[in-house]
Structures are given as C-alpha cells and as structure tokens.
C-alpha cells in the first residue's frame, strides 16, 4: 500500500507560481515511478506530468512543457510540481499517483495504482 497526500495548493493570479507537494508513505517511494494529473467539473482526468524513480525520466504535457517542473526527492519520499507563468485554464484539482512501475515515466492513468486526495488550484485572470 502507499498513502499519497497533496498539499501546495491555493489560489494566485495569472502569470504567478505554485509549488505543489506529494508526500508519500508505504511501501517503497523510491520504487514507484510517480505523476501528477488534473481534473475540472464534468472533464476527463488529464495528465500533468511524470517523473521516473531516478529522476532521470521526465514527460509533461503539451499543455504546461517549458512552464511546469517535475521533481522527487526520494530521501525525504516526495514529489513536487513546480508550476510557473500559471493560467486560469490551469484551475484545476491537482493529484499526485504512485505508478506500477519504477523506471519509466507514463502519461496513462491506467499505469497508476495509487492516487492522493488531491489539491485544488485556482489561477485568477
């Protein structure tokens, strides 16, 4: 089992930062390859972002590449999510997943097993 809880969340104006936290506890955190997803009333859940175990794998989404950073800290079984330049279509509920696998990174929800209570963002035009 791994328990994932998000925090970091909150409200900023457009063109601001956030700096989102997932601290993991359980089974391995280094072991498991990890991503951050978002979902908005009545849309699909939506990748984010996701990092391999080393750190060393890293994929964004089209969406928030050159804006949003993926980053883990395995040593204190953390991952972050350094968001950047935000927009209001970045308002969003923010969660972090702990995926099957540990060396690759993976945009497909279905590759993750566990999943935080999720964080809510809220960007301000």
């Known amino acids: 089992q791994v328990q994932l809880v998000e925090s970091g969340g909150g409200l900023v104006q457009a063109g601001g930062s956030l700096r989102l936290s997932c601290s993991a506890s359980?089974?391995?955190?280094?072991?498991?390859?990890m991503g951050w997803f978002r979902q908005t009333p009545g849309k699909e859940r939506e990748f984010v972002a996701s990092?391999?175990?080393?750190?060393?794998?890293?994929i964004y989404a089209d969406s928030v590449k050159g804006r949003f950073t993926i980053s883990r800290d395995n040593a204190m079984n953390t991952v972050y999510l350094q968001m950047n330049a935000l927009k209001p279509e970045d308002t969003a509920v923010y969660y972090c997943?702990?995926?099957?696998?540990?060396?690759?990174?993976?945009?497909?929800?279905?590759?993750?097993?566990?999943w935080g209570q999720g964080t809510q963002v809220t960007v301000s035009s």
């Open positions: 359980g089974r391995t955190f280094s072991s498991a390859a």
């Open positions: 990092v391999s175990w080393s750190g060393s794998s890293k």
């Open positions: 997943a702990a995926a099957r696998f540990a060396y690759t990174s993976s945009r497909l929800s279905a590759d993750y097993n566990y």
